[in-house]
């Protein structure tokens, strides 16, 4: 559990300098850490372990345009349950 520990800590030592050099607030991602990382984890063990993160991407790329990240999650996770029907 502690090296769980430690990995979430790099994770977000590394997750607040990508932020700060794209002049991002860390707080973007912070808030939704726990949706996208379970997200991520879904559809890497199903349908597509490439198309993880890249669907993160795509959930980015809405949120810039204004979508809220939880409906975009939720919107995915309903995408994801009828592919794996």
Request: hydrophobic letters at 45%; charged letters at 30%; aromatic letters at 4%.
């Amino acid at each position: 559990m502690a090296d769980e520990a430690k990995k979430m800590e790099i994770m977000g030592e590394w997750l607040d300098a990508v932020a700060d050099e794209l002049g991002l607030d860390s707080a973007a991602y912070e808030r939704n850490r726990d949706e996208l990382l379970d997200l991520t984890a879904k559809i890497a063990h199903g349908p597509s372990r490439p198309g993880a993160p890249m669907t993160l991407f795509l959930i980015g790329l809405a949120a810039n345009g204004g979508e809220d990240v939880s409906a975009l999650i939720t919107k995915v996770e309903g995408l994801l349950a009828r592919y794996e029907d």
